[in-house]
């Protein structure tokens, strides 16, 4: 299989990767990587997309000699030239650092926590770690030397780990989702430093994410893979634009994205007045109403910091309001406060007309409203059966006999399109999307007229994303539910959204419409977060295709 | 809360318990006057050292005046011998030092590259021989190997004096016994500790830019692992006072271990307070101690207390 794009004209590839299998002694049948080979040439990104479990980092880790020694592993790469067997992880170590470096997801433990940045920098290149800072992205690094870890940001401990893989000048640099965990606009930062030192140095890159959009913004070159083989490759335009292979397409298609005209899926500014139950115009029934709501917290150091100022939300039956910002921006608390997780210290909640003070609570409110949280494992007892879990809500506000309970969370469950042989099981043997699935059932068993989504699809891979948020949209169709959809996704936003607000450090700073909201942002940082998020292209640019269909 | 001051006032809290728990468990074990002066004494004689030692007074009474005479530092009498009970326990307290500081440093000093060796060659052989050992040096109690060594070393080989202080050679085999347990402990716990470290995400993240195995763990992985260790050494220094009570009565040293078993079983009040006290006041200082040393080693906990301690500047100064 041969990458090499049409603009190089150098005959031999930095890498070149020839035949890779990899097979796990323990455990895990079958392998994880069957017979993979690829070649990338000096200077330029390669993405490889994926869902969880296609063997997207397994070969990352292969090519960097870090794979466990579980692991078995056949084939070999060329790497400038001499031939390395990739089973000889002793002699892949010797390449790290100055050949191949590699970085990871989590930045906040990538660090050292009892380490300054100037100490990790120092155990690597005794050179200044000024420039290596400036390179990484930081404006002014001599005001992050002598920090530690804790001290700084997911965004800035992502950039020192840049640093320390980037010190001893790499000819490859290998990124296994090294922005998923950031702000979308903390990321399009670091993206674009990194397009720049690729670009400076001649350095390459193998760029791993489940993000179609992020690959698309960022590679020459593009890997599909699935269950540890290649689908796909080519030009990133040209897979991304018109890709071949049917599980690209339906990776394509799975991606969120504002579909104003889109059929099968709820219009984002009118919905038909047919699909509304009671086809009252949500503006004036709100379900939830949120009246200048401010929630403060005493810091460590004594003083209060105001997580939410004076921030005022509606939302009404069977709409879906979106809650847009960035880490820290105040959305997950203002939703908490609603549902009383967190006590506000200024404001009004109401739901369905009346005034809700959870300081004093009914058990009906309870029913009324309820949060699903984004990692559903954490959310579900790992011990007990799934349609118990679901039946709990019942059992817990004595609704109906218990065969009664049994068969309403039964109907929940194939409500959210669980397959019914899994009802009896443990989370533990669902996969991420369907114990989701089960949160959503179990959220919905007492009739809530409001649900609040906190997160709820950020840690699903895109196209088992696409069925919840279907899910979703038809729940609401069918109940009228009135949604709290917070997100730091504007695509996932965009494309479940009626309305949206954007709230930046605890206040509001503008909502409207999710349309014409993405389509017209008045508010300089709303323009700023949609100009950040990563976009695949809209139609097939028909040149490229051409030209990849030669190759 | 400020930390430290809420760390003195659970110090003190601490320090009334036992004094309360010590004072009535005593009172309620037995009557000293009648143990110490023997079945067949007279009542009157009886009378008479109650009388003296004010134990004919309510017990709450009692306890009121012993925490008075503790506040302008009296321990109290010894029912025994009449001395200060203070002065009897600060007495033995440098024989007991001289057997406990030795057996930290060596179980320190062995437990702890034991313990990284097993981490760095985990499931192989040596680490199985290195958590068999420990296991071993753990469970066996101290006053059976010290019974045993004595068989062996004084009794059959003739090597080491059996008992009591002769030379530096008496240290060999009291230390060693005491040695054991904590050279398993630390042995165990360091292991576990390397372990736990070198499967965070940050080894990985210094792998891959090009560290050496060698570098990671000298410069991450042991700092890390290691600084709970102080922690461990707090609490072992309580245990190892414990376990010196044991070894020193079987090697007959002089020192508070067998000062308390002396007293406890002769219902020598004052002492065996003053020894609960002491050893306490000790447990909870090292405790303090390990605390704060936290706050020099690990950056996270010093910004806390920092920031903990500027409130309070701001509190006071408002």
Redo the contacts between chains.
């Keep these: 299989m041969n990458l090499q794009p049409q603009s190089q004209c150098r005959a031999h590839p930095l890498i070149s990767v020839q035949g890779v299998s990899v097979v796990f002694a323990s455990g895990q049948s079958g392998s994880a990587l069957r017979d993979l080979s690829f070649d990338l040439m000096a200077g330029e990104i390669l993405g490889i997309v994926g869902e969880s479990g296609s063997g997207k980092s397994v070969m990352c880790r292969a090519i960097a000699g870090l794979l466990p020694p579980s692991a078995k592993i056949k084939g070999q790469m060329n790497f400038e030239g001499r031939p390395y067997p990739l089973s000889d992880r002793r002699l892949l170590a010797g390449l790290r650092g100055h050949g191949i470096a590699m970085i990871f997801q989590d930045p906040m433990s990538a660090l050292d926590p009892l380490m300054t940045v100037r100490r990790h920098l120092a155990l690597r290149t005794p050179g200044d770690p000024g420039p290596l800072l400036t390179t990484a992205g930081f404006g002014d690094p001599g005001k992050i030397l002598d920090s530690y870890p804790h001290q700084m940001s997911g965004g800035q401990c992502q950039r020192v780990a840049i640093a320390c893989a980037l010190a001893r000048e790499p000819r490859l640099l290998i990124a296994d989702e090294p922005t998923s965990a950031l702000d979308v606009t903390v990321q399009a930062s670091i993206l674009k430093h990194l397009k720049a030192v690729a670009a400076e140095r001649g350095m390459s890159i193998i760029f791993v994410t489940h993000d179609l959009a992020v690959a698309y913004q960022l590679c020459n070159q593009i890997i599909v893979m699935r269950n540890g083989v290649i689908l796909e490759t080519g030009s990133a335009a040209a897979v991304l634009a018109a890709p071949r292979a049917d599980y690209t397409k339906h990776l394509i298609a799975s991606m969120p994205r504002s579909r104003p005209h889109a059929s099968g899926i709820m219009p984002q500014t009118s919905p038909p007045a047919g699909l509304r139950p009671i086809g009252v115009p949500s503006a004036r029934h709100p379900a939830l109403r949120l009246d200048n709501i401010s929630v403060g917290y005493k810091t460590p150091d004594g003083r209060r910091f105001d997580a939410v100022r004076n921030v005022s939300v509606d939302v009404g039956e069977g709409e879906i309001v979106g809650l847009v910002g960035e880490s820290a921006s105040g959305k997950s608390t203002l939703a908490k406060a609603a549902v009383g997780l967190v006590t506000p210290s200024a404001g009004r909640i109401s739901m369905n007309g009346r005034v809700v003070d959870w300081s004093r609570p009914e058990p009906s409110w309870r029913r009324e409203i309820q949060y699903i949280f984004q990692d559903p494992r954490g959310a579900l007892d790992p011990l007990g059966r799934i349609v118990h879990q679901v039946r709990q809500p019942l059992d817990i506000h004595r609704l109906g006999d218990k065969g009664e309970r049994e068969a309403v969370a039964r109907a929940r469950l194939l409500e959210t399109h669980l397959d019914d042989k899994l009802f009896g099981r443990k989370p533990g043997s669902l996969s991420g999307g369907q114990r989701q699935r089960a949160t959503i059932a179990r959220a919905l068993t007492v009739r809530p007229r409001v649900l609040i989504c906190d997160e709820s699809v950020s840690a699903l891979d895109v196209s088992i994303q696409a069925k919840i948020l279907d899910l979703l949209l038809g729940l609401r169709d069918k109940y009228a539910l009135a949604i709290l959809f917070i997100s730091h996704d504007l695509s996932v936003i965009q494309h479940i959204c009626d309305r949206v607000v954007v709230m930046r450090h605890g206040k509001l700073i503008e909502e409207g419409p999710t349309f014409e909201l993405f389509r017209n942002p008045t508010e300089s940082y709303t323009r700023d977060l949609i100009a950040a998020l990563p976009r695949l292209p809209d139609a097939p640019p028909s040149h490229l295709s051409e030209q990849e269909a030669a190759v | 809360m400020n930390w430290y001051l809420f760390r003195l006032g659970r110090a003190c809290i601490t320090i009334l318990l036992l004094l309360i728990l010590a004072f009535f468990a005593l009172a309620a074990s037995g009557d000293p006057a009648q143990i110490l002066l023997g079945p067949d004494t007279s009542q009157a004689a009886i009378d008479a050292f109650r009388e003296k030692w004010g134990l004919t007074l309510p017990l709450w009474q009692q306890f009121l005046i012993y925490l008075n005479g503790l506040l302008h530092m009296n321990f109290g009498l010894s029912y025994r011998t009449g001395e200060s009970a203070l002065a009897l326990v600060l007495d033995r307290i440098p024989v007991t030092l001289s057997l406990v500081l030795p057996t930290i440093l060596l179980s320190i000093a062995l437990g702890v590259p034991l313990g990284i060796l097993s981490a760095m060659h985990r499931g192989r052989f040596i680490d199985r021989l290195a958590i068999t050992l420990s296991v071993v040096g753990l469970s066996v109690p101290s006053f059976l190997l010290g019974v045993l060594a004595m068989y062996l070393f004084s009794v059959k080989l003739g090597w080491l004096a059996p008992s009591g202080y002769v030379d530096w050679s008496s240290y060999i085999m009291p230390v060693a016994t005491l040695s054991t347990v904590g050279i398993g402990t630390y042995a165990r716990f360091t292991r576990s500790a390397m372990v736990e470290v070198m499967s ?3 080894i ?10 060698g ?1 990671i763990h000298r ?2 992985a042991l ?2 692992a290691l ?1 709970p260790l102080i922690t461990i050494t707090a609490l072992e220094f309580g245990h190892f006072v414990t376990y010196a009570a044991v070894v020193e009565n079987v090697f007959g040293w002089q020192g508070t271990g067998s000062l308390l078993i002396e007293s406890v079983s002769a219902r020598d009040f004052a002492v065996v307070q003053a020894i609960m006290i002491i050893t306490g006041v000790t447990m909870i200082l090292a405790n303090l101690l390990a605390d704060l040393s936290y706050g020099f ?4 906990i010093a ?2 207390r920092h ?2 301690a ?2 309070l500047r ?2 006071c100064e408002s």
């Design positions: 965070r995400p940050m990985e993240t210094a792998r891959a830019s090009g560290l050496s195995e570098i410069v991450h700092p890390n600084t080693i690990d950056p996270r910004d806390l920031r903990s500027r409130r701001t509190v």
